[in-house]
């Protein structure tokens, strides 16, 4: 087995993100000394983590984001119960973004704080969602509205769990690596799968150790994510998130060009890394009304001033208040057009 160790630079918080093939292998080494036992949150038909010498029971959350709600937390929490789980025992999330959401509340809720240990099994939940303490749920008012920022003691991101993932999922997850390329201005795609995961691992927990309740630079993970995020309702989901994100990451680099932040050639590398370097798409799957999509970013949740975007710049990426109106709409109408 090879394997990277980053850690999560939070003071008595710190934990490591073990990347490599075969990594699940450390799972038992990183589980809190004091845990007698151990609840898994998983999907069926995931990868597993194999033999666990701790009493342990797996509970099984259903697949789609519909069932990332409060109905799914109480399911855990009262198998927690059922199995008897006290304040000193672990919960193991087992599973892509989703379940690592999902075991990470139940985990911060379960007698207001249970370790929790993730394995992520998707792309995405390696380089992003199950690093960085975020956990939370949907109501029908909005995406991850209800929640808790909850560090988990340990992320295991095995490589050869990705062998069974959906060549859709992979995409998905794809997008979000693209916009780690604009934020740190490496190529990633240079690397192979383990350095490129450990690459985005590595960004992601430079900014949380800096910036763990996005207070500031925290938010620049969000590239992409202004527009991603209108896209995913106004479609209905057709498109994954992380295929959203790359077109909004294009979208992105359209606007900062017609702010004049950036020059005609970077608005064109957002296109080409996206487009030919990551294979993704650069434009959504169907036709949507620019105002719509603008109606929808003004509720957006990280909406405080106006519309805010994270646009690149001659200092590099950066968090922008009160986007005029007009110059997001015309830019989205020629961007939706071509
Ligand atoms: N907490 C954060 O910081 C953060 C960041 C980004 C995204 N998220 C959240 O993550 C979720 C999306 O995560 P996701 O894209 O991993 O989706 P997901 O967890 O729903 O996984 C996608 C699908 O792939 C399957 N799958 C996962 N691993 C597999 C494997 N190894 N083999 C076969 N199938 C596998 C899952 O069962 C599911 O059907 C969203 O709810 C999003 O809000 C959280």
């Given at each position: 087995m090879s394997s990277r160790i980053i850690r999560v630079e939070l003071g008595e918080r710190s934990y490591p993100v073990v990347v490599g093939?075969?990594?699940?292998?450390t799972l038992r080494t990183l589980l809190p000394a004091a845990a007698r036992r151990a609840v898994i949150v998983t999907q069926e038909g995931l990868p597993t983590i194999g033999d666990l010498d701790l009493p342990h029971t797996s509970l099984f959350i259903d697949r789609g984001?519909?069932?990332?709600n409060l109905s799914t937390i109480e399911h855990l929490c009262r198998g927690f119960a059922d199995f008897g789980l006290t304040r000193n025992d672990v919960v193991i999330g087992v599973g892509g973004g989703l379940v690592t959401d999902v075991a990470g509340f139940a985990a911060a809720s379960w007698h207001r704080g249970t370790s929790v240990v993730h394995v992520a099994t998707s792309l995405l939940g390696m380089v992003d969602a199950a690093i960085g303490g975020k956990t939370a749920v949907n109501i029908p008012e909005g995406k991850n509205l209800v929640g808790a920022f909850w560090q988990p003691r340990a992320v295991v991101c095995d490589?050869?769990?990705?062998?069974?993932?959906p060549e859709s999922e992979m995409r998905c997850g794809l997008g979000e690596v693209a916009k780690y390329h604009f934020i740190s201005?490496?190529?990633?795609?240079?690397?192979t799968m383990e350095e490129r995961i450990a690459e985005c691992v590595r960004i992601k927990a430079e900014i949380v150790s800096e910036d763990e309740r996005e207070g500031g630079r925290r938010a620049l993970l969000n590239y992409g994510h202004t527009l991603a995020h209108a896209l995913e309702i106004a479609g209905e989901h057709d498109m994954a998130h992380g295929e959203a994100v790359a077109v909004g990451v294009v979208f992105a680099g359209r606007l900062a060009g017609a702010l004049g932040l950036i020059d005609g050639n970077r608005v064109e590398t957002h296109e080409r890394v996206v487009g030919?370097?990551?294979?993704?798409?650069?434009?959504?799957l169907r036709s949507h009304d620019p105002a719509e999509l603008v109606r929808i970013m003004r509720r957006d949740k990280k909406a405080i001033n106006g519309l805010t975007f994270i646009l690149d710049g001659a200092g590099g990426l950066a968090v922008h208040n009160d986007v005029p109106e007009d110059v997001v709409v015309e830019t989205l109408r020629t961007f939706l057009s071509e």
């Amino acid at each position: 087995m090879s394997s990277r160790i980053i850690r999560v630079e939070l003071g008595e918080r710190s934990y490591p993100v073990v990347v490599g093939h075969g990594a699940t292998k450390t799972l038992r080494t990183l589980l809190p000394a004091a845990a007698r036992r151990a609840v898994i949150v998983t999907q069926e038909g995931l990868p597993t983590i194999g033999d666990l010498d701790l009493p342990h029971t797996s509970l099984f959350i259903d697949r789609g984001e519909a069932n990332k709600n409060l109905s799914t937390i109480e399911h855990l929490c009262r198998g927690f119960a059922d199995f008897g789980l006290t304040r000193n025992d672990v919960v193991i999330g087992v599973g892509g973004g989703l379940v690592t959401d999902v075991a990470g509340f139940a985990a911060a809720s379960w007698h207001r704080g249970t370790s929790v240990v993730h394995v992520a099994t998707s792309l995405l939940g390696m380089v992003d969602a199950a690093i960085g303490g975020k956990t939370a749920v949907n109501i029908p008012e909005g995406k991850n509205l209800v929640g808790a920022f909850w560090q988990p003691r340990a992320v295991v991101c095995d490589i050869d769990h990705l062998s069974t993932l959906p060549e859709s999922e992979m995409r998905c997850g794809l997008g979000e690596v693209a916009k780690y390329h604009f934020i740190s201005g490496t190529d990633l795609l240079a690397m192979t799968m383990e350095e490129r995961i450990a690459e985005c691992v590595r960004i992601k927990a430079e900014i949380v150790s800096e910036d763990e309740r996005e207070g500031g630079r925290r938010a620049l993970l969000n590239y992409g994510h202004t527009l991603a995020h209108a896209l995913e309702i106004a479609g209905e989901h057709d498109m994954a998130h992380g295929e959203a994100v790359a077109v909004g990451v294009v979208f992105a680099g359209r606007l900062a060009g017609a702010l004049g932040l950036i020059d005609g050639n970077r608005v064109e590398t957002h296109e080409r890394v996206v487009g030919d370097t990551y294979g993704l798409r650069t434009r959504p799957l169907r036709s949507h009304d620019p105002a719509e999509l603008v109606r929808i970013m003004r509720r957006d949740k990280k909406a405080i001033n106006g519309l805010t975007f994270i646009l690149d710049g001659a200092g590099g990426l950066a968090v922008h208040n009160d986007v005029p109106e007009d110059v997001v709409v015309e830019t989205l109408r020629t961007f939706l057009s071509e």
